[in-house]
C-alpha cells in the first residue's frame, strides 16, 4: 500500500514511471529471461497412441486420453529412478502444447517444463502389486473420454487393452502378485481411492512398501535434473540414451520386502 507525504493512500497513477527502475530490473531479469528459453531437450519423435501416426509428443488433450507428451515424462522419470514403471497424473501436465510446431518441432524449454509441471507435490517410489496397480489406472480412466484431470498417465513400457486395463508393464506381461516398483505422486497416493485403500492396509501390516509422503522429489527437480545430466554427456560426446538409471533407496530394497500378509 502506497502512502503520500500526507500519509493517506495514493493511487499507482499519481507516480510516473521511473525509467532508471526499469533499466535495473530488465538488467537483474535479463538472466532468468535466457535461462527460460534455452534449451533442455530434443525430443523424440513416437507413436501417437491415439492416431496410431509418429511425431513429436503433445500435451494437448491430457484429460481425455492417452497423452504421448505425459507417457515420454513418465519413461524419463522411470529411468532416473530405476523404477518399474511410473504414473503421471493428468491434471498435473498442464502445458497443453503440441511439440510438432515448436521451433525447431520438438524442442522443449526450460520455460515450457515449467509450464507442463507447475505443482510442487513430490513423487515417490512404492512397492504396489500388479492386480492393485492395474486397478487403479484402469479405474482412474473410467470418465475417459470425458475429460478427468485425475486419470493417470502410465510410461511408455506399460500397454493397456481396449478397457483400459493394464496388461504389460516394463515391456512384459503384468504379473497380478508380482511387486512393482512404482513412481507415482503423492497427491495420488492421498487421492486415488485404489491407492489409498492399498496405502493404509500397506502401513498396517508392511510399512516399507509405501514411503513417507514428504520423502520423494518434486515432478519438475526430477526432470530438471535428468535432461541436464543428458545435455551434460551428450556435450562430452556421449550418447544421450546411455546415461545410467539412478535409484532411489525405496527401490534399491524393493526385492527384499515380503508380501503382505
Not at 506399460?158 to 512404482?182: F, H, I, N, S
Request: proline share 10%; charged share 20%; aromatic share 6%.
Amino acid at each position: 500500500r502506497v502512502l503520500n507525504i500526507k500519509g493517506t493512500p495514493s493511487a499507482p497513477s499519481e507516480y510516473l514511471p521511473d525509467f532508471a527502475a526499469e533499466v535495473e530490473v530488465d538488467r537483474v531479469t535479463s538472466p532468468l529471461r535466457e535461462l527460460e528459453a534455452a534449451t533442455l531437450a530434443l525430443l523424440p519423435r513416437l507413436l501417437n497412441p491415439v492416431t496410431g501416426f509418429k511425431g513429436y509428443p503433445s500435451s494437448e488433450h491430457v484429460r481425455v486420453g492417452p497423452s504421448s507428451f505425459a507417457m515420454y515424462l513418465a519413461s524419463v522419470l522411470k529411468a532416473h529412478t530405476g523404477a518399474d514403471a511410473a504414473l503421471l497424473n493428468s491434471g498435473a501436465v498442464r502445458g497443453h502444447t503440441n511439440y510438432q510446431n515448436t521451433d525447431p518441432p520438438g524442442m522443449l524449454s526450460y520455460a515450457q517444463l515449467c509450464q507442463e509441471c507447475p505443482f510442487p507435490s513430490e513423487l515417490l517410489v512404492c512397492l504396489i502389486d500388479g492386480a492393485t496397480l492395474a486397478e487403479a489406472v484402469q479405474s482412474s480412466r473410467a470418465l475417459w473420454p470425458a475429460p478427468c484431470a485425475s486419470a493417470l498417465q502410465t510410461d511408455l513400457g506399460c500397454q493397456t487393452d481396449a478397457t483400459q486395463k493394464l496388461c504389460r508393464v516394463d515391456g512384459a506381461p503384468l504379473e497380478p502378485t508380482r511387486l512393482y516398483r512404482v513412481l507415482l505422486d503423492s497427491y495420488d497416493l492421498q487421492s486415488n481411492p485404489v491407492f489409498v485403500t492399498y496405502a493404509e492396509r500397506a502401513r498396517r501390516e508392511d510399512p516399507g512398501r509405501i514411503p513417507p509422503l514428504d520423502a520423494g522429489r518434486p515432478c519438475f527437480v526430477m526432470l530438471l535434473d535428468y535432461f541436464c545430466r543428458q545435455m551434460w554427456r551428450t556435450s562430452e560426446g556421449h550418447a544421450a540414451h546411455a546415461l545410467p538409471p539412478m535409484r532411489c533407496r525405496p527401490c534399491a530394497a524393493a526385492h527384499a520386502l515380503p508380501p503382505m500378509r
